[in-house]
Nanobody, 123 residues
Framework: QVQVVESGGGLAQTGGSLRLSCAASGRTLRSYAVGWFRRAPGKEREFVAAISWSGGNTDYADSVKGRFTISRDNAKNTVALQMISLKPEDTAVYYC????????????????WGQGTQVTVSS
């Protein structure tokens, strides 16, 4: 089974950018659909973006569409989440999930999760 690890979080100012990475070990990430989710303080985990196995299909939450981009780097065995025009409401712990069976907006579709990376956007 695959182990996934998120990285790239940190502190950014409003309007700034960060690039998160979801790295895999144990298996190639190309065998998995990948979703990014986030959990803000006091809130439930919510869908951010997802990418299909081939990378040919992507989906975004309305709140991040046009600002975030999910992509695969098969050579590095990673899936990236490029975030620009960050807002304070993007502050959350970001998680990537991997799935062999389906991809979409429901967190229940993903079976393997990382520990998360903190993103903090200051106003």
């Amino acid at each position: 089974q695959v182990q996934v690890v998120e990285s790239g979080g940190g502190l950014a100012q409003t309007g700034g950018s960060l690039r998160l990475s979801c790295a895999a070990s144990g298996r190639t990430l190309r065998s998995y659909a990948v979703g990014w989710f986030r959990r803000a303080p006091g809130k439930e985990r919510e869908f951010v973006a997802a990418i299909s196995w081939s990378g040919g299909n992507t989906d975004y939450a309305d709140s991040v569409k046009g600002r975030f981009t999910i992509s695969r780097d098969n050579a590095k065995n990673t899936v990236a989440l490029q975030m620009i025009s960050l807002k304070p409401e993007d502050t959350a712990v970001y998680y990537c999930g991997a799935s062999t069976t389906a991809w979409g907006r429901a967190s229940s579709l993903y079976h393997f999760w990382g520990q998360g990376t903190q993103v903090t956007v200051s106003s």
